[in-house]
């Protein structure tokens, strides 16, 4: 433990834990042997951080969140495994992210991302950038959410399920299928209800992209053709730009299918 600056009396913090410069740790807050804290993130009271976790710099991580902790998977024997946080992240009170299952496998959440209070991210989560995750929603384990999405409140989703790109979805809802990018989706059962119109305009996506993703929705979601026909004819017909590209890539992994 390099750094002692900014430690609340307390805080009990392992000899053997890094921290960066100017991290700030609250009151009564416990940081094991094998973390690590960038420079400049403040953790605040009652957190308990342990495992092989890794947060980076100018993270805000507020009181009672629980990072680390082994996966709640029955398949879990011990192994040595990771959860790696990136900077700039607000993680609000009483939520947790656990490591992963499987020998030097990971949970991992990216930068700039809004986590509200008592979020769950289990093991083997993958969570992008720039993401915002209301309160009371849980990622079962292997779930992945893309760069941008906005996930409302008390949202359950299925183990491997994948929320796109800039995709939202409505509070309360439960997610058992696939999220295709740039789409909003809502309801019990989920239903994806239109383009993410609001959403990409604001993220600066121009009228171009927009009227080719307006046509490309049509042909999946409103046209006669099933998913498989309609992928075909948007790689026939409409330009093979960046973002039409992904979501054929999106839509033709999927694994637990799409949400229709």
Not at 187 to 214: M, Q
Request: hydrophobic residues 35%; charged residues 20%.
């Amino acid at each position: 433990m390099k750094n002692t600056t900014g430690i609340h009396p307390t805080a009990i913090v392992d000899p053997a834990a890094e921290l960066g410069e100017g991290v700030s740790i609250g009151p009564y807050t416990v940081i094991g042997p094998d973390v690590r804290i960038g420079a400049r993130t403040a953790v605040g009271s009652h957190c308990v951080f342990e495992g092989w976790t890794e947060v980076g710099e100018d993270c805000r991580i507020t009181h009672s969140v629980c990072l680390g902790q082994e996966p709640q998977d029955v398949k879990y024997g011990g192994e040595r495994t990771f959860l790696k946080i990136g900077s700039r992240n607000l993680i609000r009170e009483f939520t947790s992210i656990h490591r992963a299952t499987g020998e030097g496998s990971e949970t991992r959440v990216g930068d700039d991302n809004f986590i509200m209070a008592y979020v769950h991210i289990a093991h083997n989560c993958t969570v992008g950038s720039g993401t915002v995750i209301s309160s009371f929603t849980a990622l079962a384990g292997h779930v992945t959410v893309e760069d941008h999405a906005r996930i409302s409140g008390v949202i359950p989703i299925h183990q491997f399920v994948r929320i796109g790109t800039h995709a939202i979805v409505g509070g309360g809802s439960r997610v058992p299928k696939d999220v295709v990018p740039y789409v909003r989706a809502a309801g019990n059962p989920l239903r994806t209800s239109g383009l993410n119109t609001v959403g990409l305009r604001r993220a600066g996506f121009d009228a171009a992209t927009l009227k080719t993703l307006r046509e490309a929705y049509r042909l999946i979601f409103r046209s006669e053709f099933n998913v498989s026909q309609a992928v075909e004819r948007i790689k026939s017909d409409l330009p093979s730009i960046p973002e039409i590209q992904h979501l054929v890539e999106f839509i033709e992994t999927s694994e637990r299918g799409i949400t229709i």
